[in-house]
């Protein structure tokens, strides 16, 4: 029997990331250089070049493992929206908290990715898994890198709420926070694991800063979905792990007590 979806939380920057990864026994976690054969797709947000009118590149997609699989799928170009467009304008300078809704739902062997706001979709797209492999765990990076301009930067996946078979579970905030003026992490995972079938991740994100914009990549976030996990238990860096039970409890005595009852 598998067990409950269960919460992570901040595993630490990427190499600890790696290293808890390793610790679950996922294949390509265990050399020195990492193979993302088993890193599926990244729907991706991140700080590029679009702060008016001008083009941006990459700013939010959601990215497939495209071969060479070893490589992770942020290395593939994001497909292309079937709505929306794949440039933002994040325009949150100065802190001013920015929220962009987003999900990401898995059904069956179809994948899709959607960022709105209001009644806009910013962005949408869709694959379908060919092999049907089940996304079990889910890595939520965020990445947040403050310039010789830039005094204080901040990327956050936050409200999160993932719903699956076993009913619907609150994510604990990711967020990177770089400033000059402390010593906090500019790097951030969070990790949730053994999820069964379906699922539904929504949530919301903001890039904010305070000083010169940022370019390129120096602030971005990915929800890393990934197949081929081990399932148990096994001694991770956060003790507090939270189980998912949902209405899987109430659906276990249920069924229990039919079963005496057809005795």
Request: no cysteine.
């Amino acid at each position: 029997m598998a067990s409950a979806t269960s919460i992570v939380g901040n595993v630490g920057d990427d190499v600890a990331f790696n290293q808890y990864m390793n610790s679950l026994g996922v294949p390509g976690f265990q050399t020195p250089s990492v193979d993302y054969s088993y890193e599926m797709f990244a729907p991706q947000g991140r700080i590029g070049n679009n702060l008016s009118t001008a083009g941006g590149e990459n700013e939010i997609g959601l990215h497939v493992n495209d071969a060479p699989l070893n490589t992770p799928p942020t290395s593939s170009a994001p497909l292309t929206a079937a709505e929306g467009s794949i440039q933002l304008a994040w325009g949150s300078a100065g802190f001013s908290n920015t929220l962009f809704d987003f999900e990401l739902k898995r059904v069956g062997i179809r994948i899709s990715f959607r960022m709105w706001t209001g009644s806009t979709t910013l962005y949408r797209a869709e694959f379908e898994n060919a092999n049907n492999d089940d996304v079990t765990l889910l890595g939520l990076r965020t990445r947040s890198t403050a310039s010789a301009t830039t005094s204080a930067s901040r990327v956050r996946l936050t409200n999160l709420s993932l719903v699956t078979s076993y009913g619907t579970l609150s994510l604990p905030e990711s967020a990177a926070y770089d400033t000059s003026n402390d010593g906090v992490s500019p790097v951030s995972n969070v990790v949730v694991k053994d999820i069964l079938g379906d699922f539904a991740l929504t949530g919301q994100t903001s890039m904010d800063w305070t000083g010169s914009a940022l370019s390129r990549s120096a602030m971005a976030w990915q929800i890393k979905g990934f197949y081929g996990v081990p399932e148990g238990d096994v001694n991770t860096p956060e003790p507090s792990s939270m189980m998912l039970i949902g209405g899987s409890l109430a659906g276990i005595l249920l069924t229990l007590a039919r079963r005496r009852n057809a005795l």
